[in-house]
Structures are given as C-alpha cells and as structure tokens.
T-cell receptor
Framework: NAGVTQTPKFQVLKTGQSMTLQCAQDMNHEYMSWYRQDPGMGLRLIHYSVGAGITDQGEVPNGYNVSRSTTEDFPLRLLSAAPSQTSVYFC??????????????FGEGSRLTVL | TQLLEQSPQFLSIQEGENLTVYCNSSSVFSSLQWYRQEPGEGPVLLVTVVTGGEVKKLKRLTFQFGDARKDSSLHITAAQPGDTGLYLCAGDYGNNRLAFGKGNQVVVIP
C-alpha cells in the first residue's frame, strides 16, 4: 500500500544549485499538488495538476517548475535554489470525481535546506 | 493573505481535560476538512464537512461546520496524549484549490 511516495526525504543544496523532488502515487489519482510548509506559515500551494499534460500555479509558484507526463508522477524542479526555498515540501494527490469532496493524500515530506 | 485563521495557535492541556480549537474565514467554502499532522509525517484527513450546521463525531472528536459555511470548530473530549499533534483546517474554494490554515498545535500532557 504505497500511496504517495516522495524522494529524497532530506537534501542539502548550495545557493544556485538545481534539483528535482520526485513524487509518485499508485492510486490512479488525476489531481496532484505540491505544498511547502514553513514555521508560522502553514501549508502553501506551489503548483498543481488535474491530469497528465495539465499544470497550473498555486499561491507561491515562483522559483519552481513542474510537469506531468504521466498520471503517476509529478516532479517539482528548483532551477536555481535560494535560501528562501529552505522548507519541508509535501506532495499530495486526490480523486477528482463528482463524488469527491477533496480528501488529499500526502507523502511523508522532503526536507530541503539551501545554504 | 490567509484565507483561514486558526486559533489558538498553541494549546497545552492536561490529560482528561476538554479542548476546543477554531477555524475561521470571511470566505464561504463548499467543504471544509480537518487534518492531523504528527512530527515528520504528512497530514492525515480526519473529517470532511459539507453542509452548513453539520456536526460530525469521530470517537472523542466533534467537528462542527458553521451555518454560513465560513467557520468550523473541533472539540476534543477527555484529551489523551495520543491526541497531541498539529490540527489543520482546509477549505475548498474552487478551481481545484485547497487552502490551509496555519494550524492548532495541541499538546496533551500525561
């Protein structure tokens, strides 16, 4: 019962480096999203996707890119990391059928530190 | 701007006491959810409320959705150490977006 799987769990980057956070789900969910969680700020939506080939910006998209080539995978790319991107990142997915009231299934998180 | 305001931000109580935390907004939501998050893990859904005035119970947890669908409360009866965690409310405001509050950190002391 894998659910939502995120890798890596921990990562340290230097300013200016690039990296990709991986997210995969095995529940055949059309909707996938990325949030960041910072102390005192709660969870903030970065990008989301309602299906393969479709992505859209959330509340805090600057500095991040996403793509959705398959239903299962939704990677988050940092092209040039900045210290302000130090955070815990969560990937989440859900069904989008007419009966769905939006329950999100979260991964365990990826803790990123940018020096 | 924060769509959802949660209060109190931090609450510490003794085992066996009751507590209530709140989630308020000036916006109307089609549904509102409560999640619990433990350290090092992702949030896990506790309940979804959809109808104004709705009350749902989950063992010792009672969730209420305001009549105008702008606010919600979570009441825990006879709190136990296992109830310790960060409680997050989230509102569905359309366009496939779910907005989260900053959370209520609850600590239950044995």
């Amino acid at each position: 019962n894998a659910g939502v799987t995120q890798t890596p769990k921990f990562q340290v980057l230097k300013t200016g480096q690039s990296m990709t956070l991986q997210c995969a789900q095995d529940m055949n969910h059309e909707y996938m999203s990325w949030y960041r969680q910072d102390p005192g700020m709660g969870l903030r939506l970065i990008h989301y996707s309602v299906g393969a080939g479709i992505t859209d910006q959330g509340e805090v998209p600057n500095g991040y890119n996403v793509s959705r080539s398959t239903t299962e995978d939704f990677p988050l790319r940092l092209l040039s990391a900045a210290p302000s991107q130090t955070s815990v990142y969560f990937c989440a997915s859900r069904f989008t059928g007419w009966w769905n009231t939006g329950e999100l299934f979260f991964g365990e998180g990826s803790r990123l530190t940018v020096l | 701007t924060q769509l959802l305001e949660q209060s109190p931000q931090f609450l510490s109580i003794q085992e066996g006491e009751n507590l209530t935390v709140y989630c308020n907004s000036s916006s109307v939501f089609s549904s509102l959810q409560w999640y619990r998050q433990e350290p090092g893990e992702g949030p896990v859904l506790l309940v979804t409320v959809v109808t104004g005035g709705e009350v749902k119970k989950l063992k010792r947890l009672t969730f209420q959705f305001g009549d105008a669908r702008k606010d919600s409360s979570l009441h825990i009866t006879a709190a136990q150490p296992g109830d310790t965690g960060l409680y997050l409310c989230a509102g569905d405001y359309g366009n496939n977006r779910l907005a989260f509050g900053k959370g209520n950190q609850v600590v239950v002391i044995p």
